[in-house]
C-alpha cells in the first residue's frame, strides 16, 4: 500500500465490483433516453411500433421509470459494500441526508406534477409539445429540477448511510446530468423554435408559442 491508499483507502473501497455497476448504471440511463429519443425523433420508430406517439412516450416512460428503480437499486447495494467515516455517522449529516432525500424528492416529483408524464419523459422528440413554458416551482429556482432533485437525493443517501463512496458516486451523477443538460437543452430549443417557425409560417391565425420549457426529465 502506498501512503496515499493507505490515507484514502479507508473511504472508498475501489476493489468493489458493486461500486463500479453502480457508476455504469448511473452514466447509462441518459445515455440510454437520449439515443434512443433522438432516434425516435429521426425515424419514429417507437411511434410506429406502439402505433402512436403517445403510446409510445408512455412505454419509453415506462422504461425510463425503471431502469431509474434499477440504478437506485444498485446504488444503494454499492454502499452496502463500502466502509462508513466517522465523520460522516453523526446526527448532523444524517439530518441533512434526510433534508436533501426531502428537498430532491420534492423538486422531482413537483416537476413531474407540472410536466405530466409526456413532458417528463422526452414528450417533445415524440412532436408531443407543451402549450406553454412552465415557470412555477419548482422551475422558478432551477431550470433543470429534475437533474438536481435527483442528484440531492443522491446526495442525502450518501449522508444517510454515512459513506464517502456516495458522494464519490454523486459526483458521477452530477457530471452526467450536466452533460446531458448540454447535450438536451439546445435540442430540445430547436424542437420549439422550428414549431415557432412553422407557426409564424401558418400565417397570422396561429396560435402564439411560447418556446421550450427547460429542463426536465430524471430517472
Ligand atoms: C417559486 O414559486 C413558489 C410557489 O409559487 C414560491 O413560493 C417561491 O417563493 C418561488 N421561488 C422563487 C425563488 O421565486
Given at each position: 500500500m502506498s501512503p496515499l491508499t493507505e490515507q484514502?483507502?479507508?473511504?472508498?473501497?475501489?476493489?468493489?465490483r458493486s461500486l463500479l455497476i453502480s457508476a455504469c448504471a448511473i452514466a447509462f440511463n441518459p445515455t440510454f433516453w437520449n439515443i434512443v429519443a433522438r432516434r425516435e425523433y429521426r425515424t419514429k420508430f417507437i411511434t410506429k411500433a406502439f402505433g402512436s406517439a403517445q403510446a409510445g412516450c408512455y412505454a419509453l416512460a415506462i422504461t425510463i421509470f425503471s431502469l431509474g428503480l434499477l440504478r437506485d437499486f444498485l446504488y444503494e447495494r454499492a454502499l452496502r459494500d463500502q466502509p462508513s467515516h466517522p465523520l460522516l455517522e453523526g446526527e448532523v449529516p444524517t439530518y441533512a441526508g434526510y433534508a436533501l432525500v426531502a428537498l430532491g424528492n420534492l423538486f422531482v416529483i413537483s416537476s413531474t406534477w407540472q410536466l405530466g408524464i409526456t413532458g417528463t419523459f422526452l414528450g417533445d422528440y415524440f412532436g408531443?409539445?407543451?402549450?406553454d413554458i412552465v415557470t412555477g416551482f419548482p422551475f422558478n429556482v432551477t431550470n433543470a429540477p429534475m437533474y438536481y432533485g435527483s442528484t440531492m437525493s443522491f446526495l442525502g443517501s450518501a449522508l444517510i448511510y454515512g459513506k464517502p463512496a456516495g458522494i464519490l458516486l454523486t459526483g458521477v451523477v452530477l457530471a452526467v446530468y450536466l452533460v446531458a443538460i448540454q447535450f438536451e437543452n439546445p435540442f430540445t430549443a430547436e424542437i420549439y423554435a422550428k414549431r415557432e417557425r412553422e407557426r409564424s409560417k401558418g400565417g397570422s391565425k396561429a396560435k402564439k408559442a411560447k418556446g421550450s420549457k427547460g429542463g426536465k426529465k430524471e430517472l
Open positions: 484514502y483507502g479507508h473511504l472508498v473501497d475501489f476493489n468493489k408531443i409539445l407543451m402549450d
